[in-house]
């Protein structure tokens, strides 16, 4: 599809169905002069460090890099080899042994070969007195030696790449390094352990042609799943029996590296913290001409490396592409300039799956915007959209990633896997609620314990209702896509709210949205939290301590810390209440309904992983469910922590 692009009115769609034409069209493509283009890297730095020479004296400059970055020929080679053509990457941190080890090869290459711009570039590579174009401390023009020049450039103006240039022309412009290079970069399909071999007998792993193999494509083009010059990595799998890991022909081994290179970055994305390599499996005609109309169509709506907009809307773009019959998520480290540590492959995704789940996106996040801008789960960003990011939010990055050892580190989920988590919504599977909850929980405590540190009476609380409200629409977002089932129940406490005009919000909830919270336990703990929430906003309010945190214990609780927190937030309330009542009738209601329910559980049956969180969703709508004992009107209610 990319060499569809560079020449659509020269293309032979026979090539997208035999491997005869496709090596026809790969021929023509290379004496158009298109077929180059994209076999180097694409460089993404914004600049880029030039040497040439102008009437004998060796210059250096700073240029910008522009979209066609492949005039440069930078190839990525093994970290003990040689670069193929004159442009390099430096690491800022670190000498550059390769580019020594290349400056070494190519005054070696100029005793034999005395070609020009082999001349040229030791010139360049050994001169003493490199003009860099600025003034130095002594007032002169700076001049350096060659490697002081990398060094000072590295430092003193963050460059990351570097190359030369002949006469004014870049290497792309240079016939004579542009066959080289297309040459020479066999050499990254081999390594000293596993070279290239032919063998009447063994054909090419992916177009079946008898041609001369490499062992090491895969790797070579930066795709790290069959590195067979690493022993170990497949059992049986070693440079002697080396025909045995996928061995494939050059001009396929060029089409995986336009894949990788090309393609792949307009194919990546990270999706609820994963990156992901989003492989779209498009529909099969018998027509070729509309086939090929179908690719073109599909290739052209697939770019996912766009704007943020554009990501936003992934899914439901793919959704609607007519193109696609079915999308493989591939999960790893897709991303740079090598695929590695394959962690899931998710087959078989199907466009309507895909619509499904971008509705559902959207209907979220609607009953999120209806929400009136006083109710506590009314965020400034849900962040849910294609791109997943609320079940990062709620459940930490991968743990499979490395975290860097600055400040308090972020939560990370043992009982939920993401992986799997992410594999249930694309494909339709059941995951088990009691995980998700135990999970929640954990968050909860972990971030209630990090926001005490902070030296703020708000934060805890600020902390509890961010995350209820991200696990409540994530709760949502699930159920409407039957991943996960949450019963209504039965509202069991319906007759001591019927008592109170003013809790008749809080019987509406429970008896129509509260899905989830269907047990006796679940809504003791939901009004103990209630109450309780109520007692920390005003000590808020007065001023005074808010020593009532303590009793949560770091949300490490059981059922019996939770009939203790129902008994000292009662007796607080009390005291609180001379010379004035603190109690408002709603309040009193609540209190009546903790009590009643609380007695007619005779056998708890409810975890110590469970409770945290439905008492903190309680507590999260305490403010919004009990109004002041005035009476004020909710539309005077700010939230916790405003």
């Not at 390769?98 to 034999?112: F, R």
Request: hydrophobic share 35%.
């Amino acid at each position: 599809m990319k060499l569809i692009e560079e020449f659509p009115e020269e293309f032979d769609f026979n090539a997208l169905d035999t491997t005869d034409y496709f090596l026809k069209q790969r021929e023509k493509a290379i004496s158009k002069g298109k077929y180059a283009k994209l076999q180097f890297e694409i460089l993404k730095d914004d600049n880029i460090g030039i040497f040439s020479i102008n009437k004998g004296k060796v210059i250096f400059e700073v240029e910008r890099i522009s979209d066609d970055s492949w005039k440069y020929l930078f190839l990525k080679t093994a970290p003990r080899g040689a670069y193929i053509t004159p442009t390099w990457k430096e690491n800022p941190k670190k000498e550059n042994k390769k580019l020594e080890y290349t400056v070494e090869n190519i005054i070696e290459q100029s005793k034999e070969d005395k070609s020009n711009w082999l001349l040229d570039l030791v010139t360049i590579y050994t001169a003493k007195d490199i003009e860099c174009g600025e003034i130095d401390e002594n007032g002169g023009l700076r001049k350096l030696s060659f490697y002081d020049t990398v060094k000072w450039a590295k430092e003193n103006k963050n460059l990351k790449v570097f190359s030369v240039k002949f006469d004014g022309k870049y290497n792309s412009e240079m016939q004579a390094i542009l066959n080289l290079a297309l040459e020479s970069k066999k050499q990254i399909y081999q390594t000293e352990q596993a070279k290239s071999f032919s063998s009447p007998e063994i054909n090419c792993s992916l177009c079946n042609e008898n041609q001369e193999l490499f062992p090491n494509v895969l790797s070579g083009v930066g795709i790290n799943i069959a590195n067979v010059d690493k022993s170990g990595f497949f059992p049986g799998v070693d440079s002697e029996n080396a025909t045995k890991a996928f061995p494939i022909c050059a001009p396929c081994a060029e089409t995986l590296y336009v894949a990788k290179f090309h393609a792949f970055p307009i194919l990546t994305q990270k999706i609820s913290g994963h990156r992901v390599l989003i492989i779209p499996h498009l529909v099969e005609s018998k027509d070729k001409v509309e086939g090929l109309d179908i690719l073109k169509n599909s290739f052209e709506r697939i770019n996912l490396n766009g704007a943020k907009q554009t990501e936003r809307y992934i899914l439901k773009d793919l959704s609607e592409n007519k193109g696609i019959a079915t999308v493989t998520f591939l999960i790893g480290e897709v991303e740079g300039q090598s695929v590695n540590n394959i962690r899931k492959v998710i087959p078989g995704i199907l466009p309507s799956r895909l619509s499904e789940i971008s509705e559902s996106i959207e209907v979220v996040n609607n009953i999120h915007n209806d929400l009136v801008d006083i109710h506590p789960w009314k965020l400034n960003k849900l962040n849910l959209d294609s791109k997943l990011e609320i079940i990062s939010d709620i459940f930490g990055p991968p743990k499979y990633l490395k975290e860097k050892s600055v400040g308090r580190k972020k939560f990370k989920s043992y009982s939920v896997d993401t992986l799997q988590l992410l594999n249930s919504i694309l494909l339709s599977r059941k995951y088990p609620l009691k995980h998700i909850i135990t999970e929640f929980s954990s968050k909860l405590s972990y971030d209630f314990l990090g926001s005490l540190s902070e030296f703020s009476d708000k934060k805890p609380m600020r902390s509890i209702q961010d995350n209820i409200s991200k696990m409540m629409h994530l709760l949502l977002f699930l159920e409407r896509l039957d991943v996960i089932e949450m019963n209504s129940g039965t509202n069991f406490i319906s007759k001591y709210l019927e008592k109170h005009d003013g809790l008749k919000p809080l019987n509406d909830f429970f008896t129509k949205e509260a899905n989830g919270i269907n047990t006796k336990e679940k809504q003791f703990a939901f009004l103990v939290g209630l109450l309780f929430g109520k007692l920390v906003s005003f000590q808020m309010a007065r001023g005074v301590s808010t020593n009532a945190l303590k009793w949560l214990k770091g949300l490490q609780l059981n059922s019996q810390d939770l009939m203790e927190i129902f008994i000292k937030t009662k007796s607080k309330l009390d005291d609180y209440s001379t010379p004035k009542s603190a109690w408002s009738n709603e309040m009193r209601g609540v209190a009546e309904a903790i009590a009643a329910l609380g007695a007619d559980i005779s056998d708890w049956n409810i975890s110590r992983k469970e409770i945290p969180y439905y008492l903190c969703l309680g507590q999260s709508l305490s403010n919004y469910y009990l109004p002041s004992k005035n009476g004020e009107n909710k539309q005077n209610i700010q939230k916790d922590g405003e």
